[in-house]
């Protein structure tokens, strides 16, 4: 159960992960036709907490087993 919801989590995590880079990458390129400045992007402070969830998790999964 523990490793099939920790794999969901990755599925899930990685299919939002393409999605938003896409759409970043998307108003990047829409900012730099018409001269502006590029977006901010939350891509990376969500990436980097998850990031930090997980080998917290993976860490509890590994002492515990």
């Known amino acids: 159960l523990t490793r099939l919801s920790l794999a969901l989590v990755l599925y899930c995590a990685g299919g939002?992960?393409?999605?938003t880079a896409y759409m970043?990458?998307?108003r990047a390129e829409r900012a730099m036709r018409h001269d502006a400045d590029l977006p901010r992007s939350?891509?990376?402070?969500?990436l980097a907490t998850l990031t930090a969830l997980l080998?917290?998790?993976?860490?509890?999964?590994?002492?515990?087993s």
């Open 42 to 46: 939350l891509l990376l402070p969500l």
């Open 55 to 64: 080998a917290t998790a993976l860490a509890w999964l590994v002492v515990t």
């Open 24 to 26: 970043r990458w998307a």
């Open 16 to 19: 939002t992960l393409a999605a």
